[in-house]
């Protein structure tokens, strides 16, 4: 389809009727740089959507009159980015395109208070309410699928979420990491006010909170002073240096594993932001579920996508009883069940097909504890006291430095009580039956008829449910994903929609 230039807002709509598809929305102010181009780039590799770049310099979001006139404006060249790097139409409205001075439909908006009340919000008074105002309306008249968004501009990145939530706009919103300039500056349209000097000065504060990064990954600790210190020596003037929690924006605690660490200076009449994200460990998925809800699939295509390890923590309880199992070993005395834990060696090796073997003791056990029989013990063995200490403290072991999804029924409420996004994945018992039938693996619970099998996952949710130790249950901060009548990818993409939404894409790529 032809590419097109949209000026007035009554031409959005006949634009939609004739493109007949969802679109990407990347709303800009100009003057596009190699981070706008990353997010024009992004969205037309993410999907087969349409494209629509804005660009509209918000006169609400800048509270110095001179600020707003000096905003540089490039509009051919920005034109010729846009269509050269994705962009299928162009939004360029007037101001009174977006804000008729006779329509009284039109309110400002007030941004999240929590939100808006830190960092840039101290000093820009009424520039995030500016934000949410021009966002909502330009929503509304576009009412994209997804809404492409930097997170340099992290704060914001919130606020507009928070936006999207609160209005119940039906909008994903996509994010990408900040994008940097060849000196390791956060590129910004106002980059071309610096002068020689001035930008030795931003490149001086940039490093410094590298700096800072990489002595708290060694440390696990930060100090603002020192900082502070540094850049004063430098005479730059800072407006502000936090160390917060990401999301909430609140004074970062020690049990945050993610925290952020975000300033701005000014540079002669330029004010600029950064910030890096702090990790103690990089991050953690726990998934847990009844028997038969599909965690196991989902959990391998999650850990395939984002690049993280698989726990499969249900495998490790089953070879631990096929090995009790086939040397005949009474697991009911403590003693002797005690003696053999301290022997047990469980480690998954990646095979020829990129699949996951389990070895106990050097047996390959991956297809053999499958079985009807193996898992017709497993929930008593893995109720017992000594075995889960074990096999908790191998899982956090193995968890220690993050960067795993695990699956199985203790992940969020024993193993990893800390991780950044619980899952309970769940399903109806039938659908549970149907999915164990079909599944060609498991050649015993083909020949079960179904009615048997599906009083089998009965008592195994009883028994995994209602044990002493460790039962399955949901942890109170777990979103719960009922999968019946959804598609293993709709379920997985799902859970990479919420990782992505708790997870900071620059710490992804890490």
């Known amino acids: 389809m032809k590419k097109v230039i949209i000026r007035k807002t009554e031409e959005i709509e006949n634009w939609k009727r004739n493109i007949n598809s969802e679109i990407n929305f990347i709303p800009t102010m100009g003057n596009l740089h190699n981070g706008h181009i990353k997010l024009i780039s992004t969205a037309k590799n993410d999907n087969s959507n349409f494209n629509l770049v804005s660009i509209f310099v918000n006169p609400l979001q800048f509270d110095n009159k001179s600020d707003l006139e000096n905003y540089p404006k490039t509009i051919d060249n920005d034109i010729k980015i846009s269509f050269a790097n994705g962009a299928d139409a162009i939004f360029i409205p007037s101001t009174e395109d977006i ?46 699928k997804n809404l492409y968004l930097g997170e340099k ?27 940097r300039d060849f000196d390791g500056i956060p590129l910004s349209s106002r980059n071309v006010h610096l002068s020689k000097n001035e930008r030795k000065l931003i490149r001086f504060f940039s490093n410094e909170l590298l700096v800072a990064k990489t002595k708290f990954q060694q440390e696990k600790k930060i100090s603002l002073k020192e900082i502070i210190k540094k850049l004063s020596a430098e005479k730059i003037s800072i407006e502000y240096l936090e160390h ?43 998934i847990d579920g009844p028997a038969g809800s599909g965690k196991s699939t989902v959990t391998k295509l999650i850990a395939k996508k984002l690049k993280l390890l698989y726990l499969d923590t249900g495998a490790m309880y089953r070879a631990l009883s096929w090995l009790l199992k086939k040397e005949n070993i009474d697991y009911k005395k403590e003693k002797i069940l005690q003696n053999i834990l301290k022997d047990i060696s469980i480690v998954f090796k990646s095979n020829e097909n990129s699949h996951q073997d389990v070895f106990i003791n050097n047996y390959c056990v991956t297809e053999e504890i499958r079985s009807q029989e193996i898992s017709s013990i497993v929930s008593k063995i893995s109720s017992i006291k000594e075995v889960r200490k074990f096999l908790v403290e191998e899982q956090r072991k193995i968890g220690a430095s993050g960067g795993l999804v695990a699956e199985g029924r203790d992940i969020g409420t024993t193993v990893f009580p800390d991780a950044e996004l619980k899952i309970f994945l769940t399903a109806s018992i039938d659908e549970r039956a149907k999915r164990r039938k079909s599944d060609k693996k498991s050649k015993d619970s083909q020949e079960i008829d179904l009615h048997t099998l599906k009083e089998l996952i009965k008592k195994r949710d009883f028994e995994d449910s209602n044990r002493e130790i460790s039962p399955l249950i949901k942890a109170n901060d777990a979103i719960e994903i009922i999968t019946d009548g959804f598609s293993i990818n709709e379920v997985v993409d799902k859970i990479i929609d919420l990782y992505n939404d708790k997870i900071p894409k620059e710490t992804q790529i890490q």
């Open 99 to 144: 804000y008729p001075p006779n329509n009284k439909n039109i309110k400002l908006l007030k941004a999240s208070t929590e939100l808006s009340s830190a960092l840039c919000g101290l000093n820009r008074i009424g520039h995030f309410d500016g934000v949410c105002t021009v966002v909502y309306r330009l929503l509304n008249l576009i009412k994209p």
């Open 153 to 179: 501009d992290w704060q914001q990145l919130l606020i507009l979420k928070n936006l999207v939530l609160t209005h119940k706009l039906n909008v994903a919103i996509k994010s990408i990491p900040t994008q």
């Open 244 to 286: 917060l929690h990401p999301h909430t924006l609140q004074q970062s605690r020690f049990e945050d594993n993610i925290s952020i660490l975000a300033g701005a200076i000014r540079c002669g009449e330029t004010r600029l932001i950064d910030h890096v994200f702090l990790m103690k460990r990089r991050p953690i998925i726990a």
